[in-house]
């Protein structure tokens, strides 16, 4: 099984700067793309920004400028700064990895699996 744990989250006024991470673990698992999502309440769950193994990103129109994600793939890592926050930044954010994955309880073989995880809030006061 593969698990990601997201930290870094918490409260910021606007105009300042939060440091997300997220540690991917488990066993048996190969990691390609990494990214950041975010849910604002009422919303549905949008990009923020991604980054490939070798290194290339994207980044959703609205954090370009002010947010850069990383990775470390030696320890299976991303991390996403986010500098100059705004109120309409305030979201659950989600790390999520993909790769390859057998699931050995069902014994079937995902050439391209999403992993999650379990999300940590950011809120920007105004």
């Known amino acids: 099984q593969v698990h990601l744990v997201e930290s870094g989250g918490g409260l910021v006024q606007a105009g300042g700067s939060l440091r997300l991470s997220c540690v991917v673990s488990?066993?048996?698992?190969?990691?390609?793309?990494m990214g950041w999502y975010r849910q604002a309440p009422g919303k549905q769950r949008e990009l923020v920004a991604t980054?490939?193994?070798?290194?290339?990103?994207n980044y959703a129109e609205s954090v370009k400028g002010r947010f850069a994600i990383s990775r470390d793939n030696a320890k299976d890592t991303v991390a996403l700064q986010m500098n100059s926050l705004k109120p309409e930044d305030t979201a659950v954010y989600y790390c999520?990895?993909?790769?390859?994955?057998?699931?050995?309880?069902?014994?079937?073989?995902?050439?391209?699996?999403?992993?999650w995880g379990q999300g940590t809030q950011v809120t920007v006061s105004s």
């Open positions: 999520k990895a993909d790769g390859p994955f057998f699931d050995a309880s069902s014994s079937i073989y995902y050439r391209s699996y999403d992993f």
């Open positions: 488990g066993s048996s698992y190969s990691i390609n793309a």
């Open positions: 980054i490939t193994s070798d290194g290339s990103t």
